[in-house]
């Protein structure tokens, strides 16, 4: 008998012609054992807990929750995880649209390389299904990794949640989320590193629509800066502020949410080295022009295939004058 997958999709204001896209997606996976597990959270769009109630009578493998109050996207996926029962889990967004083998080969995979994690490359689309970038991972300049005990999964959040499969241990180590848990797909990465480990499925499985709603997670560092620029100035000192923010917001509460889970996975080596990461991005926000050890960058964030993303946060982390003037003229 095949194993049974639970799939978590988390709705709030989507779309129609979206949702119904990936719905349809997933209801025609190749790999039919599956429970679509959908929580709406408190959607003011009356339409969309429609549209959720026709699918779930025409299709019994859909199970429907609505939330009475807005949780939160972090919050409601916390809840969607309390509810599976089944081995094997995977995220799903509700706006992308899934090839037809993504279940079946991620799960493959899961079990063949006997990892807790698998996670695989996506094609960036917009609003109008257009191809932005046939390579998700490549776009980023994302790992392709695979093993375990890697610090890399501390100090990095490496895969989007809708790539990720995993197994009951991982979500078993999760729940319940932390108070400072802001990336619930990072900590699943950070976990099943520590447990029997991760592997990258270097193909891509599914389109990852990027529009309005969504759009940090998709954005380069380009943008990222000039949106920043519009609202804040361009100033040193505004700099500095964005400077600060990324430092703290992105990598430091990175690490400090994963060090909240590492206590539950005992491994005394690892924690020492977690540590230095912390002290390491702590340092580094002292320093306002420069921050000589740069060794510690390749020590605890370099990976193979990073590309120029690697001389960008060198310059954030360590050369703030002159990622300044970078900044300024961008």
Known sequence: MEDKVDILLTTYNTK??????????????TYKNFTLIISDDCSPNKEVRTVLKEYEQKDDRIKLYF????????????????????????????????????????????KEKDVDLVYCDAKQIDENGKVLHESYLRYKNMPVISGKDLILLFSRHIAIGCSQMFTRDVKEKILPFTENTMAHDWNTEYIANRLKGIYCIDKVLFEYRLHG????????????????????????????????RVITDTYLAGVLMCKEYSLKIENNKLQKQENEVIEYFKESQKHNIIYFPVYKYFKYLNFKGIGKRKYKEIMILHFSLISYIIFALI
Do not use: C, P, V
């Open 16 to 29: 129609i012609e979206y949702l119904k896209m990936q719905i349809d997606s997933i209801l025609n996976q």
């Open 67 to 110: 939330q009475e109050k807005n949780l939160g996207y972090t919050k409601n996926f916390e809840f969607a995880l309390t509810k599976s029962t089944a081995e094997y889990i995977a995220f799903s967004d509700h706006d992308d649209i899934w090839y037809d083998n993504k279940i079946e080969e991620s799960l493959k995979i899961l």
């Open 213 to 244: 709603n969504n759009a940090f997670g998709g954005r380069s560092f380009k943008q990222n800066m000039k949106i920043w620029k519009e609202e804040n100035g361009n100033s040193y000192k505004s700099y500095l502020k964005y400077r600060n």
